[in-house]
């Protein structure tokens, strides 16, 4: 029988250099839920170096808890997330975690504390831009396919291309596109694989930076290549037909959901092979059919979106190369 989690923290290696007092944070609204428990948005108060005694700054974060604090099972996974986020170093594109309320729980409740993305997760801000996103998909001839031809050529940078009233460009999209290839580049050189990546996962920052999140599923591995274990429930629409059989994570397998998530990001938030029901996908990806190329998709993104997809992981990019493939693709031909 296992011990209630706040029993097991004293033996677990969690470094104590983590730990938030929790009167120190604030809990406010419900940002996010879902089969684990919720996210809320809290602020955490950080002492003033001059002034010690008082907490002074207040800083945003976001606050993820168990839906029920007695439920063991999920109060083991969300340790096991943040022992895993603890061994993360820092990194641009990843969530960086804040700290974690481990001892004294209130109702039982483990907190861990990351930083505050304040655009949300991916998924919703593509869908929410749908309405006025601007393409301007750029043809192999270096023509932009867009009715503002003569004002995009004149400029270089994605942020002056936009006109009033509009927050997303194809430009943006390759910029997330690539900034992803890059925080996965990272996390496989933990190593560690992410086993969920999706739109969903991703979080973006005020200036459009894309931070990798969730790491519910995540797992390092150590002495073999790949981490093997079936997870609770499975995203099978984001996973590689290799995974969804053997139960078997490696970096290939990221890289196919690497795939998907291109898809969601091309599509502006479309659900992956959405005319495909759960119970035909598998003869559907066994007859050797993919989700069909976007239309603000260049069709360089939609090679190494196939790519990402090849039957056989061995033929699939890894992260470095989907990283260095896009580099420099996040920028007008012209
Ligand atoms: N939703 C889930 N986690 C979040 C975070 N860290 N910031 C903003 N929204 C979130």
Request: net charge positive; hydrophobic share 35%; aromatic share 10%.
């Given at each position: 029988?296992?011990?209630?989690?706040?029993?097991?923290?004293?033996?677990?290696?969690?470094?104590?250099?983590?730990?938030?007092?929790?009167?120190?944070?604030?809990?406010?609204?419900?940002?996010?839920?879902?089969?684990?428990?919720?996210?809320?948005?809290?602020?955490?108060?950080?002492?003033?170096?001059?002034?010690?005694?008082?907490?002074?700054?207040?800083?945003?974060?976001?606050?993820k808890s168990t839906k029920h604090?007695?439920?063991?099972?999920?109060?083991?996974?969300?340790?096991?997330?943040?022992?895993?986020?603890?061994?993360?170093?820092?990194?641009?594109?990843?969530?960086?975690?804040?700290?974690?309320?481990?001892?004294?729980?209130?109702?039982?409740?483990?907190?861990?504390v990351t930083e505050y993305a304040?655009?949300?997760?991916?998924?919703?801000?593509?869908?929410?831009?749908?309405?006025?996103?601007?393409?301007?998909?750029?043809?192999?001839?270096?023509?932009?396919?867009?009715?503002?031809?003569?004002?995009?050529?004149?400029?270089?940078?994605?942020?002056?291309?936009?006109?009033?009233?509009?927050?997303?460009?194809?430009?943006?999209?390759?910029?997330?596109?690539?900034?992803?290839?890059?925080?996965?580049?990272?996390?496989?050189?933990?190593?560690?694989?992410?086993?969920?990546?999706?739109?969903?996962?991703?979080?973006?920052?005020?200036?459009?930076?894309?931070?990798?999140?969730?790491?519910?599923?995540?797992?390092?591995?150590?002495?073999?290549?790949?981490?093997?274990?079936?997870?609770?429930?499975?995203?099978?629409?984001?996973?590689?037909?290799?995974?969804?059989?053997?139960?078997?994570?490696?970096?290939?397998?990221?890289?196919?959901?690497?795939?998907?998530?291109?898809?969601?990001?091309?599509?502006?938030?479309?659900?992956?092979?959405?005319?495909?029901?759960?119970?035909?996908?598998?003869?559907?990806?066994?007859?050797?059919?993919?989700?069909?190329?976007?239309?603000?998709?260049?069709?360089?993104?939609?090679?190494?979106?196939?790519?990402?997809?090849?039957?056989?992981p061995g033929v699939r990019p890894?992260?470095?190369?989907?990283?260095?493939?896009?580099?420099?693709?996040?920028?007008?031909?012209?």
């Open positions: 029988k296992q011990l209630p989690i706040e029993e097991r923290t004293d033996y677990l290696p969690y470094p104590r250099k983590f730990e938030i007092a929790r009167e120190k944070l604030e809990i406010n609204e419900k940002i996010g839920s879902g089969n684990f428990g919720s996210v809320k948005k809290g602020l955490l108060s950080m002492a003033d170096p001059k002034n010690p005694t008082e907490h002074r700054r207040r800083l945003p974060v976001a606050i604090s007695s439920d063991v099972e999920l109060q083991t996974m969300l340790y096991e997330e943040l022992i895993i986020m603890c061994a993360i170093e820092k990194h641009p594109n990843v969530i960086a975690l804040i700290g974690a309320v481990t001892t004294n729980l209130r109702k039982g409740e483990l907190y861990l304040d655009n949300g997760d991916l998924l919703n801000y593509l869908r929410k831009h749908r309405e006025t996103f601007h393409n301007t998909l750029i043809d192999r001839k270096g023509q932009v396919i867009n009715e503002n031809y003569s004002i995009l050529s004149q400029q270089t940078e994605s942020t002056r291309l936009l006109p009033p009233g509009y927050t997303l460009s194809t430009l943006d999209l390759l910029s997330f596109a690539f900034q992803i290839a890059n925080g996965m580049l990272f996390l496989a050189g933990v190593p560690c694989v992410h086993r969920d990546l999706a739109a969903r996962n991703v979080l973006i920052t005020s200036n459009k930076i894309c931070r990798i999140a969730d790491f519910g599923l995540a797992k390092r591995y150590t002495d073999k290549n790949y981490y093997r274990a079936k997870p609770a429930a499975l995203p099978v629409r984001w996973m590689a037909p290799e995974a969804v059989e053997t139960y078997k994570f490696t970096e290939k397998t990221d890289v196919w959901s690497y795939g998907i998530t291109l898809y969601e990001i091309f599509t502006l938030g479309c659900r992956p092979y959405s005319q495909v029901p759960d119970e035909e996908l598998e003869a559907f990806l066994k007859n050797g059919k993919r989700n069909e190329q976007p239309k603000y998709c260049h069709d360089e993104v939609y090679a190494l979106m196939n790519n990402c997809w090849h039957k056989s890894d992260f470095n190369t989907c990283f260095h493939y896009l580099k420099g693709k996040n920028k007008p031909v012209h």
